[in-house]
T-cell receptor, first 115, second 113 residues
Framework: GQQLNQSPQSMFIQEGEDVSMNCTSSSIFNTWLWYKQDPGEGPVLLIALYKAGELTSNGRLTAQFGITRKDSFLNISASIPSDVGIYFCAGQSNAGGTSYGKLTFGQGTILTVHP | DAGVTQSPTHLIKTRGQHVTLRCSPISGHKSVSWYQQVLGQGPQFIFQYYEKEERGRGNFPDRFSARQFPNYSSELNVNALLLGDSALYLC????????????FGPGTRLLVL
């Protein structure tokens, strides 16, 4: 089945540094999504990517949909303490059948920002 | 505008019991998806419902079932609870099914003792 490999598993950075994380897949996805999750909360959507090669920004966040449709990356510039949390990538295909509507998630990247 | 709401927020059950979790989607959204998130992992897809019909199903046993009501709210039912069912259960809503962006609720934390 589809699997997403997200790296790194965790990052410890100083406030003001830039952050980069990525996801790779063995299968093609038609949509890539990046979510942030705080402890005990549901994932919050950061960026949605719908087209291969697409580069999208949301404030200090920038994400790209890989041209092979099997990968995506997320960059955070000039990190601040409130960026702390777990970041998940998720892919969605147009497959029908039992996979209809299914988001496949990576394992998450735990981000710690030291003031 | 209200986001996705879920109830209850926390729940403690014992093995063998049954549980019902509830979800109300964002106003105007017609699709609801359910995910299970075990501690330290990403969410795993359980079901998607659209227009009151099951449209997608993940790799979960038949103890897990769901339904969607005419107002597009949804219930997730789990029978014969096992210790391994302890997890955060997330509901996500989207405008339509399949390719639409999914927005998550805060989740229901289930602990099975």
């Amino acid at each position: 089945g589809q699997q997403l490999n997200q790296s790194p598993q965790s990052m410890f950075i100083q406030e003001g540094e830039d952050v980069s994380m990525n996801c790779t897949s063995s299968s093609i996805f038609n949509t890539w999504l990046w979510y942030k999750q705080d402890p005990g909360e549901g994932p919050v959507l950061l960026i949605a990517l719908y087209k291969a090669g697409e580069l999208t920004s949301n404030g200090r966040l920038t994400a790209q949909f890989g041209i092979t449709r099997k990968d995506s990356f997320l960059n955070i510039s000039a990190s601040i303490p409130s960026d702390v949390g777990i970041y998940f990538c998720a892919g969605q295909s147009n497959a029908g059948g039992t996979s209809y509507g299914k988001l496949t998630f990576g394992q998450g990247t735990i981000l710690t920002v030291h003031p | 505008d209200a986001g996705v709401t879920q109830s209850p927020t926390h729940l403690i059950k014992t093995r063998g019991q049954h549980v019902t979790l509830r979800c109300s989607p964002i106003s105007g959204h017609k699709s609801v998806s359910w995910y299970q998130q075990v501690l330290g992992q990403g969410p795993q897809f359980i079901f998607q419902y659209y227009e009151k019909e099951e449209r997608g199903r993940g790799n979960f046993p038949d103890r897990f079932s769901a339904r969607q009501f005419p107002n597009y709210s949804s219930e997730l039912n789990v029978n014969a609870l096992l210790l391994g069912d302890s997890a955060l259960y997330l509901c996500a809503s989207s405008l339509a099914a399949n390719t639409e962006t999914q927005y998550f609720g805060p989740g229901t934390r289930l602990l099975v003792l």
